[in-house]
């Protein structure tokens, strides 16, 4: 009878532990409201200059939209440093690169300026567009910087927007540190704008 609990205990642990291992490869799902060939959803954000912005003020134009977590964030400053590298690739296809972000105004201005490009940061500080748009990450900041920046965050998501607003590619990282390839994205740019 004990070998036979031992043995029930055994499976469970390892059924256990597939489930956790399959859960950390495929993260999270994509929202619905940002699954391909829906329109892009109406929401407010703040820019870098202090001025309110919406999401319907991309019409005509093309654009690039990344969810990031913060300058804190390893994984985010390297897929800012490495899309801001392909920046003019991007405004020579027509289109804008828009960074959302939890991040405080002053904080995102300083990332603007040290980037010395163009794109832009939209501010989501009190991550209503997160909560919005399904994206929220509780108890997503980590270590000390829960202080600064609260305990939840925004997941990070890569958008492609036609110059009509529909979401032509969508992609939610599998784990914070899994990030869309910029070449993958630049592809998926050209193929919306023809070229």
């Excluded at 800012?80 to 002053?106: N, Q, W």
């Excluded at 270590?143 to 032509?168: F, K, M, Q, S």
Aim: net charge neutral.
């Amino acid at each position: 009878m004990e070998n036979a609990l031992i043995g029930i205990v055994a499976i469970l642990v390892v059924a256990a532990g597939f489930w956790l291992f399959r859960r950390s490869k495929t993260g999270r799902r994509m929202p619905a409201v940002l699954r391909r060939g829906q329109p892009l959803p109406d929401f407010r954000a703040t820019d870098e200059k202090g001025n309110v912005v919406e999401s319907g003020s991309l019409g005509g134009a093309p654009a690039v939209i990344l969810f990031v977590r913060g300058n804190w964030c390893p994984f985010c400053t390297k897929q800012v440093a490495d899309l801001t590298s392909h920046y003019k690739e991007i405004v020579d296809l027509g289109s804008r690169l828009i960074f959302v972000t939890p991040k405080p105004l002053e904080t995102t201005r300083r990332v603007a300026e040290f980037y010395e490009v163009e794109f832009d940061f939209w501010l989501d500080e009190q991550l209503s567009i997160t909560r919005q748009l399904d994206l929220l990450h509780r108890d997503g900041v980590p270590g000390d910087y829960h202080v600064e920046y609260g305990n939840e965050t925004v997941w990070p998501a890569a958008l492609v927007v036609d110059a009509e607003g529909i979401i032509r590619f969508s992609e939610v990282s599998k784990t914070v540190a899994d990030r869309p390839d910029s070449k993958k994205l630049l592809a998926e740019l050209r193929r919306v704008v023809g070229r």
